[in-house]
């Protein structure tokens, strides 16, 4: 209708291609714009480029790309808001510093690596970053605590020890527990028998107690009470007795030269005062014995 005689010469006059057609400029302008382009290409940071771009801004993005190529406009709006901020100035020298204490941090490690966390599976391995990014194979373990019986833990034994300085910050403490990969402890069936066992017998002990309850009518306080006993006996053994247990203690439960001797025969017995007359078994612990 617009161009009945010659249709196409209209079409491609009006979708014609952009140009590389550029506006008059000032010379000083080019010579600005080429030491821009200069100093954005020999920058060796990613804040000294955002600075130099900043100084800038007020050009359109196209305008910067005909001495940028590739300029993303991410980075062109990233450089406005930074020249916002008052930093079109130059660029500013950012310091990180990581303050810790070694002493603290190979206490911590070497107390999650203990038995007392963390069992050594007979299976499997787990890949992991090395201090120096790559990608190495280390045989799989179980942490049979959560983070935060952990730290509680942790914490108990250092003031069991008298060594509270070494403490480190409860969110220190989860972050290097992220960090130290290790299995959830969901079963120990088939890893550690004997604790298997345990929480199996707290279970079945729990079960006769709710039987004692519904079919033979015990008291309903009485039965909280067992109930609440039992878990706090399983949550001690669980816990708090893993840093109590030494190779010679004061208390009996507490000692495991006497508690892995065998009654009957001397051959297989350990004489706990070999440890000093301070560990003869003249305590008693109230929680071991509840």
């Not at 970053?129 to 990608?135: F, G, L, P, S």
């Not at 279970?203 to 006769?208: L, T, V």
């Not at 840093?243 to 001397?266: M, Q, R, V």
């Amino acid at each position: 209708l617009m161009s009945p005689d010659n249709p196409k010469a209209l079409m491609d006059k009006a979708f014609k291609p952009p140009s590389d057609y550029e506006r008059p400029r000032p010379v000083k302008y080019k010579q600005m714009m080429q030491n821009v382009k200069e100093a954005f290409e020999t920058s060796d940071t990613r804040s000294d480029r955002m600075a130099i771009i900043s100084l800038v801004v007020h050009i359109p993005l196209h305008e910067i790309r005909r001495y940028i190529p590739g300029l993303s406009s991410y980075y062109y709006t990233m450089a406005r808001q930074y020249a916002r901020r008052g930093y079109a100035s130059g660029p500013s020298i950012r310091h990180r510093r990581i303050k810790y204490s070694l002493a603290k941090v190979e206490r911590f490690v070497q107390f999650l690596t203990s038995y007392k966390v963390t069992l050594g599976l007979p299976y499997g391995t787990r890949r992991v970053k090395d201090t120096q990014n790559r990608w190495i194979e280390i045989p799989n373990t179980l942490r049979k605590l959560r983070a935060g019986e952990i730290y509680h833990l942790y914490k108990r034994e250092l003031e069991l020890l008298g060594e509270t300085s070494l403490l480190l910050p409860e969110s220190t403490v989860k972050k290097m527990i992220h960090i130290c990969k290790a299995e959830r402890r969901k079963s120990l069936h088939g890893v550690d028998i004997i604790v298997a066992d345990a929480m199996e017998s707290f279970d079945n002990s729990e079960a006769m107690i709710d039987t004692m309850l519904n079919e033979y009518g015990m008291d309903k306080s009485v039965h909280a009470s067992l109930i609440s006993n039992m878990r706090q006996s399983r949550q001690y053994l669980r816990t708090d007795y893993l840093i109590h247990a030494k190779e010679f203690s004061s208390y009996a439960d507490h000692c495991w030269s006497y508690g892995l001797s065998d009654p009957d025969d001397t051959a297989f017995q350990t004489d706990c005062t070999t440890g000093g007359d301070e560990y003869k078994h003249f305590r008693v612990c109230d929680r071991c014995e509840a």
